[in-house]
């Protein structure tokens, strides 16, 4: 009970602070943030005291991204922005500065100069192998379901993959063409890093 009576954020999501609230429903609100990324940065908290993501059930995460979703269309039209960036920071880590649960949706324009792209990480195949493995049954384990065996995967030791160069073709004006890269190993993608993120604020449960 403390830390919900201590939150300022559970002030905010249930309306014991004035806010510039622009959408309200029975589990969540939306507020226009008072130190924004950007102008026209929109919080969605949680009424109920959630500190990261993975305290919350999945209807309650689900609600979250469509109210995310129905946000960024009308954040879109109001301020005819080109795009929106949504994201959520799980732990002091990865940028949470409140000790509640909040989804951003910022609206995005070209050259912005909002910094949240990540350089690139450039990994060797190796790397990227000692990751897929460590992270598989981890998801796995998150869905519920048995991790997969060795040999399903085909990866012919003398079909190499291709290592894709992130670097941005010198010549302008050209899209970027698919010729000679591969699909990744077994056509799956690894999953975000924010899945292990989480697995570690949960303690793995
Ligand atoms: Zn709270």
Known sequence: MADEEQCIFCHIANGKIPTKKVYEDDQV???????????????VLTKKHVVV?????????GHVG???KQLS????????????SVFV?????AGQRAPHFMLHVMPR???????????????????????????????????????????????????????TN???PT??????TAKGQKPTANGQQPKSKLDAIMDLLTGGK
Do not use: W
């Open 73 to 84: 269309q009308a954040i879109i039209r109001a301020f005819k922005c080109e795009g929106t």
């Open 66 to 68: 469509m109210v995310a």
């Open 109 to 163: 324009k070209e050259k912005d100069g909002v910094a949240l792209q990540p350089s690139v990480v450039r990994l060797d195949e190796k790397s990227m192998g000692a990751l897929y493995s460590k992270l598989v049954p981890s998801v796995a384990k998150a869905f519920g379901k048995e991790p997969p065996k060795p040999e399903a995967k085909k990866e012919p030791k003398d079909d190499k993959l291709q290592t």
């Open 53 to 61: 993501m993975p305290q919350m059930d999945d209807v309650l995460v």
């Open 171 to 176: 010549d302008t004006g050209q899209e970027p």
């Open 29 to 43: 609100v939306a507020v226009l943030d008072i130190n924004p990324g950007v102008e026209g940065h929109v919080l």
């Open 166 to 168: 992130h670097t941005l």
């Open 89 to 93: 920071a799980n732990g002091a880590s």
